[in-house]
């Protein structure tokens, strides 16, 4: 079974035994951008300078990945250049959360449970139903940022922007920061994929950083 990076970033949010997502908003922009990183990955996709360019509307065979291609595709289409890879991180993080879960309830990692709270308002909540998944990427995380394996560039991807939105309790909830944001940013800044990944990675890190903290801004304000 492939799973996504926008999909191993949702099963870290989502808490397995209550369904609730945690830090949804940071995780939301860090889903979004993984489904465009997995985009650059299989050749679909360019990220440079900032922003976003659809190269090959061949699909993937992966159908998250396929309709969030279409919808960039769309939307950049309309654009007199290349947008900007932050707008439409912006435009998509929601739809990206719910599209992200929808597909892990499909794959059956994750259930489904529907209630109402107070008895009135409607609350969708899904609990781990497999977590073998989860447990493999628990496991890789942790042999690469904390006994400094050697990583592939999917796990480089995914480390980097688990770095960028700062989702560092969520991969490693019993260690502080300190101890893995060293290692998790020598991950992102290193050697490990080919040059036009290792740009959209620096791309996609400096847009989670921008989106994140416009965000943090407009909430404090």
Known sequence: ???????????????????MAKERQSAGWAVAGGI????VMAGRVSVDRGRVTVTDTTPTGIGLLDDRLKLIDAWASKKSRPPKVTDWLTRDHGKAVSATIDSLRERGLVGEEQRKVLGVFPVRRFPEADGTTERELRARLAA????????????????????????????FPDRSRKEVSPRMEEI???QWAGESVRTAIRNMQAAMVAVTVATTVTVAS
Do not use: C, Q
Not at 156 to 166: E, F, M, P, S, W
């Open 36 to 39: 465009v990183l997995e985009l």
């Open 144 to 171: 690469l940022v904390l006994h400094n394996a050697v990583p592939d560039e999917r796990s480089a991807g995914l480390i980097a922007l688990i770095h960028a939105a700062k989702l560092h309790r969520l991969a």
């Open 188 to 190: 992102a800044d290193g």
């Open 1 to 19: 079974m492939t799973v996504t990076l926008g999909e191993e970033i949702m099963l870290l949010s989502l808490d397995d035994e209550s369904g």
